[in-house]
């Protein structure tokens, strides 16, 4: 039984392969953010767009978001889609009625979604893309807007 509970501590301890490791939130990392972000901005999602019904994991859902207060990107927006298809274990879990600082790249392509192992091709995404601005984003990048990064980035 003893030997159980420290295997059991040990894996605790050391085993960080379930945890989101982002860069420290620094003034270089924010500029460079910055930069390379094609849309900052400050809202709140409002719907989930299920891709996979058989499949209910982060990187198969599609957030509609409300843009509340822009920084960067196409000033006629008023809603945008999310997807954090490449964000792995670093995905922002983005709640209605919460707001959020947003920022991330363009996707133009359904194959920017795309996991290393995905061998399936969705239609309803490529008509999503088509039809909507669509951000990608990751929990590195986007913050809850009352948080201390969020604060930080906005300065």
């Not at 900052?40 to 409002?46: L, Q, T, V």
């Not at 990107?73 to 209605?96: D, H, M, R, V």
């Not at 913050?143 to 201390?148: E, H, I």
């Amino acid at each position: 039984m003893k030997t159980q509970i420290i295997f059991i501590l040990f894996l605790i301890v050391f085993n960080k392969s379930d945890l989101c490791e982002c860069p420290m939130l620094t003034e270089n990392f924010i500029r460079i953010v910055k930069e390379d972000s094609d849309f900052i901005a400050i809202g709140e999602p409002i719907k989930n767009i299920v891709i996979d019904d058989d499949d209910l994991y982060t990187d198969k859902i599609i957030v509609r978001f409300r843009i509340d207060s822009l920084i960067k990107g196409k000033k006629s927006l008023k809603t945008i889609l999310i997807t954090q298809s490449n964000a792995g274990n670093c995905a922002i879990g983005l709640n209605p009625g919460e707001k959020y600082l947003i920022t991330g790249e363009e996707v133009t392509t359904a194959r920017q979604t795309y996991s290393m192992t995905q061998t399936w091709h969705d239609k309803k995404l490529d008509s999503l893309i088509e039809k909507n601005f669509m951000l990608t984003t990751n929990g590195c990048r986007s913050f809850p807007y009352n948080s201390n990064s969020a604060k930080e980035f906005l300065k």
